[in-house]
């Protein structure tokens, strides 16, 4: 039997994604399981790897994207008893969920309840584990307290809206103007990037600090987001939006000059978060932090903001719209 997926050609923009067919499903090994895929997404980090410029990703063209899916276990690999055929189950996969058939090992797949909607499921699995890992794995924030998001009608942004009205957070967020409203309703105070100064804003109205930023901008964004922390604040940078599309910065740079910066003692901590290298290294925070993620979604304590709705072979176009960042929450790939 035959199967569709997306590949990328070659290192570059969004027309390097190729749609092919394979003429057979992939068989899996031990400890695996082969699982047919509902959704996928496209994310920022979606287009890094297109273009051969994000971190820890060494693979070469030809191979396909994809750094999350939600899917159904079609067939089970020698000594897999953990799971049965027909179950839905989420995992980072990081590259590859842009198909219809993949298979994964079982060690770190999550089962999903049935009762719940595919792209609201599959939106946590990279936008709210990565907020709710840095606010509470590597921030470590505590109830009440005050942090900046910047581009936070974003789908990362809004799961730490979301995530800190739960923990009672006075919240600051740069965004465009037109999306101030929007950012209203999750409680947090906007800034307008492109008219004012989060700097100077923030000195303003915290002149003692605050408690955490999250970052995913990079380039001279870094150094003045540590710039409006208390001395025992965190900076967790978790992108180079600006360096990775040339606008400021360099992203080799941007990285290890936070890594340099959590070594001086007189400023405040600084860390880079790549969900990536947290799921390879702690499994199971992963799947304990997507079980709570999972609950809180069914309890309807959190509720995914989904921006658009596209079918994978329309990935080209999906990647544009990321890359344009004019769509609020999380563009959802239908698979099959």
Same mark, same amino acid.
């Given at each position: 039997?035959?199967? *569709? ?12 994604? *190729? ?186 109205? $915290? ?69 990536? $290298? ?35 072979? $329309? ?22």
């Amino acid at each position: 039997m035959e199967y *569709k997926k997306i590949i990328i050609s070659e290192f570059g923009g969004p027309e390097v994604l *190729k749609v092919v067919t394979e003429p057979k499903l992939p068989e899996p090994k031990e400890g695996q399981v082969r699982v047919k895929v509902s959704v996928t997404s496209a994310a920022f980090t979606d287009t890094l790897i297109r273009r051969g410029i994000y971190l820890g990703i060494k693979n070469k063209p030809p191979f396909s994207p994809g750094y999350d899916l939600i899917g159904t276990v079609d067939k089970l690999g020698e000594g897999v008893t953990d799971f049965q055929v027909g179950q839905k189950i989420a995992e980072l996969t990081v590259i590859g969920a842009y198909t219809e058939y993949i298979c994964l090992d079982v060690k770190t797949l999550v089962p999903v309840p049935d009762n719940l909607e595919d792209s609201e499921s599959v939106s946590l699995v990279l936008s709210y584990i990565t907020a709710y890992q840095m606010l509470h794995r590597s921030a470590k924030v505590k109830n009440g307290q005050t942090i900046l998001i910047h581009a936070c009608s974003g789908a990362v942004g809004i799961a730490i809206l979301q995530l800190g009205q739960l923990m009672n957070l006075k919240m600051y967020g740069t965004a465009s103007k037109s999306k101030h409203d929007f950012i209203k309703q999750y409680g947090a105070i906007p800034i307008d990037y492109k008219n004012e100064d989060f700097l100077e804003v923030l000195k303003k109205e $915290e002149p003692n600090g605050i408690d955490a930023v999250f970052d995913p901008i990079g380039g001279s964004y870094f150094p003045r987001s540590l710039k409006v922390l208390k001395k025992k604040g965190t900076l967790v940078g978790f992108g180079y939006q600006n360096s990775a599309n040339g606008k400021d910065g360099n992203v080799v740079l941007d990285f290890f000059k936070i890594l340099f910066w959590n070594i001086l003692p007189w400023k405040p901590s600084a860390k880079f978060y790549i969900i990536s $290298e947290l799921h390879k290294k702690h499994p199971d925070w992963f799947k304990e932090d997507m079980s709570q993620l999972l609950n809180l979604l069914k309890d309807g304590k959190i509720k995914p903001e989904i921006g658009l709705t596209l079918p994978l072979s $329309e990935a080209v176009k999906a990647h544009k719209l990321v890359e344009e960042g004019e769509i609020k929450g999380k563009i959802v790939l239908k698979v099959g």
